[in-house]
């Protein structure tokens, strides 16, 4: 009777284990970072414990064989080896899924965009951006006088910007028609449906030193631009900075990072 209520300990101890295990699997992927550490220190905790009760207190006595056993006592004792067999095959079975959910909770969880957007931005709450080259697939004034094309690689990560900074878009122009295209392209590919995006946060000037003013007045905490002078001017003014470029510029300072694409820089690709 005590060896069955010892067993029965023990399967509840193991019962137990796995749904703690299986809970703080689920709870680990609303948690932040800074929570990893604890929940892991528990987990081994209870893997720890759990593992020290399943053990064998002992040595395990070997009962010996009895001679001219009877026909009868043989069968009983077939019955039991074949109760004790059919016991071992389900505690292996819930220990390879006790253990399949531990190296589950173990492995490493894949950051979400939003995540790498927030960390790369270093929590920085303003975001100005020039669209040549960098939200449009034009290059050009000249080019946006004729269409505007948003480049459809950009825009979740134009999205996931701007539901945790004020964005702020802008580019030089030569005429009103010019205006109208970019607005109408933005639109048309969903910019300004996030809520976090309006119109008037699309500014517009017919030069280039017109929009580092904009972002000298705005002072925001990241700077994007393809212009590897105004770069570098505003890089006394601008605490970051992202310079979209095939090559790197050759005056540069350290606080602008470089990056073919501003979706590259957040390994969206």
Known sequence: MGDYSKDDFLQLIKRFGAFLT?????????????????????????VFTWRVWRSPSGPQRRIPKRQGATSSSSGVSNHSSANVATSGVIS??????????IDEFFQPVKPTLGQIVRQR????????????????EETSPEELQQKATVRSSVLEVLLEITKIC?????????DDESEQKVLLALENAGVFTSGGLVKDKVLFCST?????SFVRQLEPDWHIDTNPEITFQLARFIKYQLHVS???????????FNSTTVEQFFGSV
């Open 121 to 136: 931005l270093s929590e920085g709450r303003k975001v100005t951006c020039r669209l040549l080259g960098v939200i449009l």
């Open 246 to 256: 095939p090559s790197k510029p050759e005056r540069t300072a350290i606080n602008v």
């Open 166 to 174: 004020d964005l702020y878009l802008m580019e030089r122009v030569l």
């Open 92 to 101: 292996s079975s819930e220990d390879s899924n006790a253990q399949n959910v």
């Open 22 to 46: 299986v809970k703080i699997s689920n709870l680990f992927h609303t948690l932040d970072s800074r929570s990893v550490g604890a929940i892991a220190g528990l987990a081994f905790a209870i």
């Open 208 to 212: 280039e030193n017109g929009r580092t």
